[in-house]
């Protein structure tokens, strides 16, 4: 008991946080977290590929095709590739796991953005309902009628 009483506060704290933190010296630290993935590349305004191979679909969104090209997929496709290309990204789920092409249907978050809404807010994408997926859909209408109002993207004069 004596040699506790010999170091200070600090230096018992010290040591305890030393003891409890020892273990996790050799842990080895995932890379990420549970739904959270890597994008490898962009495909469209509204698809990715995880470093995994699996094709991801944003949900609650419809960007313009690049095949055939319609007005503005190609800005969607960069605007896409700006937001989550190269970055480590977390995945929402809604209610489906997948689309009939297989691909994970997904809300796409950097950081506390989610690309899905923030291509809507650009113009680049419009707010399209597939049920029952649909927890977002009032926000992201919401977020279209704003980029309509602003002129923003496809909803600019000239279109």
């Not at 995945?91 to 809300?107: A, F, M, Q, V």
């Amino acid at each position: 008991m004596k040699k506790w009483r010999r170091l200070s506060a600090a230096g018992i704290y010290l040591a305890a946080a030393a003891f409890l933190l020892l273990p996790l010296a050799s842990c080895k630290i995932p890379e990420a977290s549970p739904g959270t993935a890597r994008v490898s590349r962009v495909i469209d305004g509204d698809t990715i590929e995880l470093a995994s191979g699996e094709h991801v679909r944003y949900i609650g969104i419809d960007t313009p095709e690049l095949s055939p090209l319609e007005p503005y997929g190609r800005e969607a496709k960069e605007a896409n590739r700006e937001l989550v290309e190269g970055k480590m990204v977390r995945l929402e789920i809604d209610t489906s796991e997948t689309d009939r092409y297989d691909r994970l249907l997904r809300y796409v978050w950097i950081d506390d953005k989610m690309a899905n809404l923030e291509l809507v807010r650009l113009g680049l994408a419009e707010a399209k309902a597939y049920p029952p997926d649909t927890r977002y859909q009032v926000i992201l209408e919401a977020a279209e009628t704003e980029a309509k109002l602003a002129g923003r993207g496809m909803w600019g004069e000239e279109n």
